[in-house]
């Protein structure tokens, strides 16, 4: 099992070339590319992310969701990207050294959505 991982790991690395690479989505497609016999689920994903990558401000950002069609709506995090002159939406993998809370009352009026709105946070 481990050696095939590692055959994997070299296949993408022969075709992406000498690093560092800024693009984590094309990091993705290439893997998703080379895993010939290789099952690449969500799990075994994040931990090549945690093992091979590492955090750059100047890096492309990177898409967790790509749906068809325009269903944008920036207080839910999808935004409304163009892809071969068609209207898409994206979600992009938030930023956890970013996180943040607020304390807000259960009965504002409008509620949760209403303070982001307002812009409060």
Same mark, same amino acid.
């Given at each position: 099992m481990m050696c095939r991982w590692q055959d994997l790991i070299d296949r993408v690395a022969a075709a992406l070339g000498a690093g560092p690479h800024h693009d984590y989505n094309a990091f993705l497609?290439?893997?998703e590319l080379h895993a010939q016999g290789v099952k690449l689920i969500t799990k075994r994903q994040k931990?090549?992310?945690a093992t091979l990558t590492e955090r750059d401000q100047a890096a492309a950002l990177v898409i967790k969701n790509h749906t068809r069609g325009d269903k944008a709506d920036r207080l839910y995090g999808r935004f409304a990207v163009n892809f071969d002159g068609k209207p898409d939406t994206v979600e992009y993998e *938030?930023?956890? =050294?970013?996180r943040d809370t607020e304390q807000? *009352?259960?009965? =504002?009026?409008?509620?949760i959505a209403a303070v982001f709105q307002r812009g409060l946070l």
């Open positions: 497609d290439a893997l931990l090549i992310q *938030p930023d956890t =050294e970013l807000v *009352p259960l009965l =504002e009026p409008g509620g």
